[in-house]
């Protein structure tokens, strides 16, 4: 249980063991077995979280839920000094609500507490004192972070939502989001004369990056938005984002989900039984356009081109997905032309440059686009 950084690293007690993949569909989540009362330990190097300020989250996947006395608890979180007011700091799961507190002072949802922790010691993962030991995790816990300082509404939601964000600078195909959801491709070359610092282009017939694992985007129904900043050389069809169940582009479930019509016409594309289906203005060739596409069930899918609302679906509609984690493609549909079903985009190799790439697990509002639009 190494630290990314090599300063806080856990020991497993009762043999924890790993499942694979983790949430962002690489690597492992921390599986707990309630019934073997496995738990981690910090404990190596204390976290000090005593009279200060701090944050910590982690993605979690219960596999099951105590909630009947006296099995009520189901802990996250622990650092234990005393039972007395302000000496026990607990994040627990009590009757499928989550509690957080540092002993006699807990809150629920969005309350907020002025109380801080007097506590120095071991941070418990899948356990802690309050109902021990009727108080074990059962299921995954992953990307358990901690931050020295409390993070703000936005910058919490952004890590809750922020699927991947690819900038491209620094010549790499690293996620600067909180995922770490790297990218990989074929036939790109970089570009110092990007929208925002560096960018990526692509110009070969076989140029693409990838994304894999992305797990909101195979759930039915579930709100997302993608953004890019696009400099295309030609505009005559091509394929800008690519969304599949498999990653030659194709698998049981594949569409193109950003791209040009045969027109030099922006357009995206959604699926509900059927293409859903928007089409924008002709872009400019060799210069920026910012374009986004929002989806959630309540407004339906929703295209903004260089920070302004081009065009709504003509109704509300479930986004039907694949049920399995997703690939997106950027700059090609690979073996997906002639395979998927693909609205109005007409699929083939985008050329130009990409810059700035982002998804989230939600449905961006007006004013956060145009901020993308206007960095």
């Not at 981690?40 to 976290?47: H, K, L, M, Q």
């Not at 017939?205 to 759930?219: A, D, W």
């Not at 569409?255 to 045969?262: A, K, L, Q, V």
Request: hydrophobic share 35%.
């Amino acid at each position: 249980m190494q630290d990314l950084y090599n300063n806080f690293n856990g020991v497993g007690v009762n043999g924890p063991t790993y499942g694979s993949p983790g949430y962002n569909g690489a690597g492992a989540c921390l599986w707990l077995n309630q019934a073997a009362s496995q738990s981690a330990s910090i404990n190596s190097t204390f976290v000090n979280m005593a009279y200060t300020s701090f944050t910590l989250e982690v993605w979690m996947y219960a596999n099951t839920l105590h909630n009947n006395n006296p099995y009520t608890d189901n802990a996250v979180f622990g650092q234990f000094q005393q039972n007395i007011l302000d000496h026990s700091l607990y994040i627990v799961i009590r009757n499928q609500r989550i509690y957080f507190g540092f002993f006699a002072d807990d809150v629920s949802g969005t309350q907020e507490s002025d109380d801080h922790a007097s506590c120095f010691r071991a941070l418990t993962i899948g356990t802690n004192n309050v109902n021990a030991p009727n108080n074990y995790f059962d299921g995954c816990l992953d990307s358990i972070a901690y931050f020295g300082r409390a993070k703000n509404a936005t910058e919490v939601l952004d890590d809750a939502t922020n699927v991947a964000y690819l900038s491209f600078d620094d010549n790499s195909l690293l996620d600067s989001g909180p995922l770490l959801i790297n990218g990989t491709g074929t036939s790109y070359s970089y570009t110092s004369l990007g929208r925002v610092n560096a960018a990526l282009t692509l110009s070969g017939s076989s140029s693409y990056i990838q994304i894999t694992g992305l797990r909101r985007l195979g759930t039915s129904g579930w709100p997302y938005s993608v953004a890019i900043w696009i400099k295309p050389t030609s505009s005559s069809g091509g394929t800008i984002m690519h969304l599949s169940s498999g990653t030659a582009g194709t698998g049981s479930w594949c569409i193109p989900i950003m791209g040009f019509t045969s027109a030099g016409q922006i357009a995206i594309n959604s699926w509900s039984g059927g293409n859903v289906v928007l089409t924008g203005p002709i872009v400019s060739l060799n210069s920026w356009t910012h374009v986004a596409a929002t989806y959630s069930s309540s407004n339906g899918e929703r295209l903004y081109v260089n920070g302004a609302q081009y065009g709504s679906s003509s109704s509300t509609y479930t986004f039907s997905a694949s049920s399995v984690p997703m690939t997106i493609t950027l700059g090609n549909s690979l073996s997906g032309i002639g395979y998927c079903a693909t609205g109005t985009i007409q699929m083939g190799q985008y050329s130009g440059s990409l810059d700035e790439f982002r998804v989230y697990a939600r449905e961006l509002t007006a004013s956060e686009v145009y901020s993308l639009a206007h960095p």
